[in-house]
Every structure is written in structure tokens, then in C-alpha cells.
């Protein structure tokens, strides 16, 4: 049973170049999160989706978006990074009131 | 809307000695869970303990217990006979509970308290 599976952990883009962060969860949840997360403001909500395909804004959605391709998938893409969004994001899978991680990604913009 | 603040930054414990970490959250809604998550330098989010707004009764896990004040909306987390593998960032956050037993709205998160435990 892997949880769930944030992919890739490191990357490195240059400013106006696009990229999608993938997370995959395997315990059937319905809700799925993407948080970025930067020194001194904890974890702030991007996206949300509370079942498959609906999708939700969070507290920081501009320069995002996301695709519920099923029930598993939950991914987050940038169409042209910005220095600001040098960040780590996570994913996370929830069943109330239990939420689960994935590892992260450290995402850096040049 | 919902809001969770932790007021300090930052703190540092000597090894074996106690530590408490502050939490004040706000919301108007009464059926709700709290949560403090550990983050060590490995980034992985592990939860320490959560509470549910109903039970009286003040969590506890091992060396760590809260002091839940849900007239004060206040939920601190004690740390006894600190270890060095706890040092790490600390997150309070916090979720509703809609009137069907799911989620209502989002798992929102307070802006973390650094916690150094000194040898």
C-alpha cells in the first residue's frame, strides 16, 4: 500500500517554462489536495477537489491548474513559472477527518 | 472563514526538559477536529495527535498531550522529556466536519512553530 505517490521530488525549470506535478493516491479517497508550502506561512491551499471531476479554488490558485483524471489522480500544473511559485508542494489524499502526504516536491524557478 | 495562528516562530528545549507550543484558532462552526503534524528535515508531514472539538477529554499520545480550551479556541501542545528527533517544524491545523460525518471545506494549517531541542 504506497499512500500517496507525489512525483518528481526535485525539479529545476526556468522561468516560462511549463511542468505538471503528479500525485497519486491508492486508498480510494474522494478528497485530494495540492498545498504549496514557503518559509514562515506554513501550508496554503492551491487547489482542492472533493470528488473526481470537481475542482476547486484555494487561498493561492493564480498562475495554477489542475486535473481530476479519476478517482486516483490528482495533478498540478504550472504553464509558465515564475519565480514566486519556487516553492515545496504537496499533495495530499483525505478521509475525514485523516489526511495523507505525499512527500513533496521542491520545486525551484530560475 | 477559519483561521489558525501559531504565535511562536520558533522556539528551542533543552533534551528531557518539557515544551509547549501555542495554537488559537477561530471559527464559528462547533463540530470540527485539531491537529498538530511534525516535519522533520525529511519534509514528510507525520500527524502527532489530533482532538475532536466533542470530547472533553484532552488528547494524548505518549510524550505528547494538548490542552484543548474550546471556549478560548485554544489548542496547545505539550511536549514532555523532549528528544532530540523532535526537533522539526510543528503545524496546528484544523478541519470541519460537515453535518453528513465528511469534510466541510479545507484542512487549513497555521504557519508552523520551529522547535530546536538542544543536547
Known amino acids: 500500500n504506497a499512500g500517496v505517490t507525489q512525483t518528481p521530488k526535485f525539479q529545476v525549470l526556468k522561468t516560462g517554462q511549463s511542468m505538471t506535478l503528479q500525485c497519486a493516491q491508492d486508498?480510494?479517497?474522494?478528497?485530494m489536495y495540492w498545498y504549496r508550502q514557503d518559509p514562515g506561512m506554513g501550508l496554503r491551499l492551491i487547489y482542492y477537489?472533493?470528488?473526481?471531476?470537481?475542482?476547486d479554488k484555494g487561498e493561492v490558485p493564480n498562475g495554477y491548474n489542475v486535473s481530476r483524471l479519476n478517482k486516483r489522480e490528482f495533478s498540478l500544473r504550472l504553464e509558465s513559472a515564475a519565480p514566486s511559485q519556487t516553492s515545496v508542494y504537496f499533495c495530499?489524499?483525505?478521509?475525514?477527518?485523516?489526511?495523507?502526504f505525499g512527500q513533496g516536491t521542491r520545486l525551484t524557478v530560475v | 472563514a477559519q483561521t489558525v495562528t501559531q504565535s511562536q516562530p520558533e522556539m528551542s528545549v533543552q533534551e528531557a526538559e518539557t515544551v509547549t507550543l501555542s495554537c488559537t484558532y477561530d471559527?464559528?462552526?462547533?463540530?470540527?477536529?485539531l491537529f498538530w503534524y511534525k516535519q522533520p528535515p525529511s519534509r514528510q508531514m507525520i500527524l502527532v495527535i489530533r482532538?475532536?472539538?466533542?470530547?472533553?477529554q484532552n488528547a494524548t499520545e505518549n510524550r505528547f498531550s494538548v490542552n484543548f480550551q474550546k471556549a478560548a479556541k485554544s489548542f496547545s501542545l505539550k511536549i514532555s522529556d523532549s528528544q532530540l528527533g523532535d526537533t522539526a517544524m510543528y503545524f496546528c491545523?484544523?478541519?470541519?466536519?460537515?453535518?453528513?460525518?465528511?469534510?466541510?471545506?479545507?484542512?487549513?494549517f497555521g504557519k508552523g512553530t520551529k522547535l530546536s531541542v538542544k543536547p
Open positions: 471559527t464559528s462552526e462547533s463540530n470540527y477536529y
Open positions: 491545523a484544523f478541519i470541519l466536519t460537515a453535518d453528513y460525518g465528511g469534510s466541510q471545506g479545507n484542512l487549513i
Open positions: 482532538q475532536e472539538a466533542y470530547k472533553q
Open positions: 495530499a489524499s483525505v478521509s475525514h477527518p485523516e489526511a495523507f
Open positions: 477537489s472533493a470528488s473526481e471531476g470537481t475542482t
Open positions: 486508498m480510494n479517497h474522494n478528497s
